[in-house]
């Protein structure tokens, strides 16, 4: 590993890459102290803290804690986030769309500035929401259209700005570049949930206790992380085998070859819709004013994961349910709208191949079809399996962290992708990379 890195720090243009990576980072953690012009960040700080659901938490944990200070960087790159699930869903729904996507790279960079375009929209909108909401509650020094207008510009700014800095990553730095805003976004709040944790569970405790409770939860963190890097790398592979022809005197074809399918097929997705979805009705009741205490709170409290596993409330777990069926459910949808059957088994008639022991055309479509749902059915219980064990954690211990079973899968494999892009260009100099060390 040390060995490798060393021979990739020699390199120039991958010392360059990684440098330039660094660089922008360190930018990024710096724009998430900058407060906004004109607004009472006491003011916002006490608020969010005063918030029992974690609806607010979740966002908090994917902007880098630049939502609970109110930075100019407070929306982070989740308006790119929801525009590029908008513009990939709309991609399928419209043939235009669709087509222009297949135009090669001319198509892409169209689509990439739809995108860009759509997420200067949502963080307009986003931001407008924020500043005129909580503008009348306090969080702006003098509540006026100039200090309205000031902190809608300044977090608009401070989205495109995260948005130009990942793609400057992607082409300038080590590749991936949006992931590596979310990565390190997610990572700058762990120090602060493993410090609550210790303080809780380890300082001011007797030695064997406090060893125990070091234990548990190093078991518990690894734990995941090895079953996200195993469900991330689990691949099903379907052979196809192609025909053999004659061309002249020479015999071409009668290759063997293999169609990948990854068990997680649809990656963090359903997660964050489920969890999304979810939260909504709280966000919306915190900004009216509507408690979990006061009316229509017994439906907050089921929908919110705070209160989940808890033993002396364990009626709300059942939405527990729920969020497990809507994940399952998305990764339905979503590996539906991403992978096409149809078309796959087309392309393999197409090109002269078939699967052992399936007939091409319509039994080659549903044969993939059918071994499609089991993949996903397994992905998503694995999904979900990750993305409750935090709150089983959290309910049964009344532990509370920030980051949780979404934060850790987004983690494992934005490093995982991350590291792969660096072997890459390792390989092409001829040395080995970090996965092969």
Same mark, same amino acid.
């Given at each position: 590993?040390?060995?490798?890195?060393k021979?990739?720090l020699?390199?120039k243009?991958?010392?360059?890459?990684?440098?330039?990576?660094?660089?922008?980072l360190?930018?990024?953690?710096f724009?998430s102290?900058l407060?906004?012009?004109?607004?009472?960040?006491?003011?916002?700080?006490s608020?969010f803290?005063?918030?029992?659901?974690?609806?607010f938490s979740?966002?908090?944990a994917f902007?880098?804690?630049?939502?609970?200070?109110?930075?100019?960087?407070?929306?982070s790159?989740?308006p790119?986030i929801?525009s590029?699930?908008?513009?990939q869903?709309?991609?399928?729904a419209?043939?235009k769309?669709e087509e222009?996507q297949?135009?090669?790279?001319?198509g892409r960079?169209?689509i990439?500035a739809m995108?860009?375009y759509?997420?200067?929209?949502?963080?307009?909108?986003q931001?407008?929401?924020?500043a005129?909401?909580?503008?009348r509650?306090g969080?702006?020094?003098?509540?006026n259209?100039?200090n309205?207008?000031?902190v809608?510009?300044?977090?608009t700014?401070?989205?495109?700005f995260?948005?130009w800095v990942?793609?400057q990553?992607t082409?300038?730095g080590?590749g991936?570049?949006?992931?590596i805003?979310l990565l390190?976004?997610i990572l700058?709040?762990?120090?602060s949930?493993f410090?609550?944790?210790?303080e809780?569970?380890?300082?001011g405790k007797?030695?064997a206790?406090a060893?125990?409770a070091?234990v548990i939860?190093?078991?518990?963190v690894l734990g995941i992380i090895a079953?996200?890097v195993v #469900?991330?790398?689990?691949? !099903?592979k +379907?052979p196809v085998?192609? %025909?053999q022809k004659v061309?002249?005197r020479?015999s &071409?074809?009668?290759a063997?070859?293999?169609i990948?399918?990854?068990?997680?097929?649809?990656?963090v997705?359903p997660?964050?819709?489920?969890?999304?979805?979810l939260q909504?009705?709280?966000?919306?009741c915190s900004?009216?004013g509507?408690s979990?205490?006061?009316?229509?709170?017994?439906?907050?409290?089921v929908?919110?994961?705070s209160y989940?596993?808890?033993?002396s409330?364990p009626?709300?777990s059942i939405?527990v349910?729920?969020?497990?069926t809507?994940?399952?459910g998305?990764a339905y949808?979503?590996t539906s709208?991403?992978f096409?059957p149809m078309m796959?088994?087309d392309n393999?008639?197409?090109?002269?191949?078939f699967?052992?022991?399936?007939?091409?055309?319509k039994?080659?479509?549903?044969? #993939?079809?059918?071994?499609? !749902?089991y +993949?996903?059915?397994?992905? %998503?219980?694995?999904?979900a399996?990750?993305?409750? &064990?935090?709150y089983i954690?959290?309910?049964?211990?009344?532990a509370?962290?920030?980051?949780?079973g979404t934060?850790?899968?987004?983690i494992v494999s934005?490093?995982?992708?991350?590291l792969?892009?660096i072997?890459?260009?390792?390989?092409v100099?001829?040395?080995?990379?970090?996965l092969n060390?």
């Amino acid at each position: 590993m040390f060995k490798t890195l060393k021979k990739e720090l020699k390199i120039k243009d991958v010392r360059n890459r990684i440098l330039y990576t660094f660089m922008m980072l360190v930018v990024i953690r710096f724009g998430s102290q900058l407060p906004v012009p004109g607004t009472n960040r006491t003011y916002f700080a006490s608020w969010f803290a005063s918030q029992t659901s974690d609806a607010f938490s979740f966002f908090n944990a994917f902007t880098g804690g630049s939502f609970s200070s109110f930075s100019i960087l407070a929306l982070s790159i989740t308006p790119y986030i929801t525009s590029s699930i908008i513009i990939q869903l709309l991609t399928i729904a419209i043939p235009k769309l669709e087509e222009m996507q297949r135009d090669g790279e001319e198509g892409r960079k169209k689509i990439a500035a739809m995108t860009r375009y759509v997420t200067v929209a949502l963080a307009l909108i986003q931001s407008t929401a924020l500043a005129v909401g909580f503008g009348r509650q306090g969080l702006l020094e003098e509540y006026n259209a100039f200090n309205v207008i000031t902190v809608i510009a300044a977090l608009t700014a401070g989205s495109a700005f995260l948005m130009w800095v990942g793609e400057q990553i992607t082409e300038k730095g080590v590749g991936n570049g949006i992931s590596i805003v979310l990565l390190i976004n997610i990572l700058s709040t762990i120090p602060s949930d493993f410090e609550g944790l210790a303080e809780q569970f380890v300082f001011g405790k007797a030695p064997a206790t406090a060893i125990l409770a070091v234990v548990i939860i190093a078991a518990i963190v690894l734990g995941i992380i090895a079953f996200i890097v195993v #469900l991330n790398s689990g691949v !099903h592979k +379907i052979p196809v085998q192609y %025909a053999q022809k004659v061309q002249g005197r020479r015999s &071409v074809g009668g290759a063997s070859s293999n169609i990948p399918l990854k068990v997680n097929t649809s990656g963090v997705i359903p997660v964050i819709f489920a969890s999304t979805i979810l939260q909504t009705p709280s966000i919306i009741c915190s900004l009216f004013g509507v408690s979990a205490s006061g009316a229509g709170g017994e439906i907050i409290k089921v929908l919110s994961s705070s209160y989940w596993f808890s033993a002396s409330t364990p009626v709300y777990s059942i939405g527990v349910v729920l969020y497990v069926t809507m994940i399952i459910g998305f990764a339905y949808f979503y590996t539906s709208v991403t992978f096409n059957p149809m078309m796959v088994a087309d392309n393999i008639k197409r090109q002269g191949g078939f699967i052992p022991g399936i007939r091409p055309g319509k039994p080659t479509t549903e044969y #993939l079809t059918k071994v499609l !749902h089991y +993949i996903v059915f397994i992905g %998503a219980i694995g999904l979900a399996f990750v993305a409750i &064990v935090p709150y089983i954690f959290s309910g049964v211990f009344n532990a509370s962290v920030s980051f949780g079973g979404t934060s850790l899968i987004i983690i494992v494999s934005v490093t995982l992708e991350t590291l792969e892009q660096i072997e890459s260009q390792m390989l092409v100099r001829n040395y080995k990379g970090f996965l092969n060390s």
